[in-house]
Structure formats: structure tokens, C-alpha cells
């Protein structure tokens, strides 16, 4: 709509330089100007987009996406065509395990939205086909998953759904979340750390615990193995003399010193 408003108030100037200031070249210089923004602004998606159907329709979804990529254009159905175009290009017929996950990720929008695009129908079947290779995959990652430990590197939202059960909450700040899980002694066997959405380290905490990575959720007690280091202090607080040490190797992870200081009287 502005640019439409820029197109008329120069189309007014022409007329204005032609027949009120008698400058021809001027004037017609302005026209030609507006006819080539016009095309640009108006023609040239709808030939882009056009074109870009009849690629589709052949299977030069290459050459499609650089047709429609070339003209920017604000129109919904050239957006989610391009989209598609992009997916089909990027990942082929058959997708497969992350790449089938990635590409169904980039369709779910275009089905949702692109209903109006004349080769809705062939997205609808290549997106139910991706879908399919998609799912799969993320049952296989979450198989192995589930059967593993958590891991640096992992997605934050499945650090409950491994071996280990759901973890506890034992520290959190605005940037950094610290989960622990326990044995039935209560020994801390396990620690992670997640900063900034990210999962950033993974321990494993008192050996008599472990066989491998194979978790023996035991109580000690009951062994005449020897005593286990339960340890539910995951900045190991207890071996600062004061709390102005201790704060300033962690200042990055508490709120304020008073924080800091809490934790630490918490902890000694």
C-alpha cells in the first residue's frame, strides 16, 4: 500500500513537470522510472511465482527456489512455495533419520499456511511421507536415549526420560539450572549442568555406585564396602573457610554476595 502511494504521488510530479512546467525529458524520465518500479514491484513476483509452479511441477525444485528467491516479495503463497522449494531442493526425495526431522520441521508451516498453493496436494504428500521418516527418528533417539546417560550436548527438555530416571533440581539461577540424582543411601551419583539452554557438563559422583556406566542404585550401608562421599553440594561449599572465597570463585552463579553467603553458611 505505501509503495502504491509513492507510485501515484510521482506519476501526479510527471504529469505536473509535463504539462504545467513543460519538462518533457524530465517527465518522461519519471514515467519510465514508475513503470520500473512497478514491474519490479508487481510483475516480476507474479512471473517469478508462476514460473516457479511450472519448475515444481517438473521437479526442478532447484531452480524453482532461485527463481522465487531472486524477487522479494511479500506474498504469503511465494514465501511458503519457496519454503518448500528450499526443502525439496536441500533433502531430496526420501529424507531420513535428522535430516527427515530437519526437513519436516521447515513443511510443518507450509501445510498449515500454503492450503492455496496449486501444488498443495504434492506437499501434503511428500510432507506425510517426511513426517513418517521423521517420527521414526525421534523414536530412535529417544530408544537410545532412555537406555544412555545424560550427555553433554543433549536437548535440556529429555535430561529425566534417561536410565537415571527424573533428576533433582538442586540449583538455578537465571542462566544456569544444576540437576543431581541420588541412590537410595542418598550418595549424589550423578550431576549435570545446564547453562543458557545448553547442557553443558555431565559427572558421575562416587564410584561404588557404578559399574561402568551402569548405575547400581544401592544403599552402601548395607556392604562392607567403604562409606561413600555424599556430597549434595554441587559448588563444594564446605571446602571454602569463608564465604568471601567461595563467592569469589562462583560470583558468575548467585544473584549477590548475600546469595553467595546463604549458600555457603548452608553448606558449612
Not at 516480476?44 to 524453482?64: C, D, H, M, V
Not at 518448500?84 to 526437513?103: L, M, S
Not at 547400581?216 to 572465597?245: I, L, Q, R, T, W
Request: proline share 3%; charged share 25%; hydrophobic share 35%.
Amino acid at each position: 500500500m505505501e509503495i502504491l502511494i509513492y507510485i501515484i504521488a510521482a506519476f501526479v510530479l510527471a504529469l505536473y513537470l509535463i504539462i504545467k512546467r513543460k519538462q518533457y525529458v524530465i517527465g518522461i524520465y519519471v514515467i519510465v522510472a514508475i513503470g520500473i518500479v512497478c514491474f519490479i514491484s508487481f510483475a516480476a513476483p507474479t512471473i517469478a511465482y508462476n514460473k516457479s509452479i511450472q519448475l515444481i511441477a517438473e521437479g526442478n525444485y532447484e531452480r524453482a527456489a532461485d527463481v522465487l528467491d531472486a524477487v522479494s516479495s511479500d506474498d504469503h503463497d511465494s514465501i511458503w512455495l519457496l519454503s518448500y522449494a528450499n526443502t525439496r531442493a536441500k533433502y531430496g526425495e526420501n529424507p531420513t533419520g535428522k535430516e527427515a526431522v530437519y526437513a519436516y520441521d521447515k513443511l510443518e508451516e507450509v501445510v498449515e499456511y500454503g492450503d492455496y498453493l496449486p501444488c498443495y496436494d504434492e506437499i501434503c504428500r511428500y510432507a506425510k511421507q517426511v513426517k513418517a521418516a521423521a517420527d521414526e527418528e525421534i523414536r530412535r533417539q529417544r530408544a537410545e536415549i532412555k537406555a544412555g546417560l545424560p550427555y553433554v550436548g543433549m536437548d535440556p527438555e529429555y535430561i529425566h526420560d534417561t536410565k537415571l530416571g527424573k533428576g533433582k533440581l538442586s540449583f538455578s539461577t537465571d542462566d544456569l539450572d544444576v540437576y543431581t540424582w541420588d541412590a537410595a543411601d542418598g550418595c549424589m551419583i550423578f550431576w549435570l549442568e545446564v547453562y543458557k539452554g545448553k547442557v553443558v557438563e555431565t559427572d558421575k559422583r562416587n564410584d561404588i555406585h557404578w559399574s561402568g556406566d551402569t548405575w547400581k542404585n544401592v544403599n552402601h550401608k548395607n556392604f562392607s564396602s567403604p562409606s561413600c562421599s555424599c556430597n549434595s553440594d554441587p559448588y563444594d561449599a564446605g571446602a571454602y573457610s569463608n564465604a568471601d572465597d567461595f563467592y569469589y570463585d562462583y560470583y558468575n552463579d548467585f544473584f549477590d554476595y548475600e546469595e553467595a553467603e546463604d549458600y555457603w553458611y548452608e553448606h558449612n
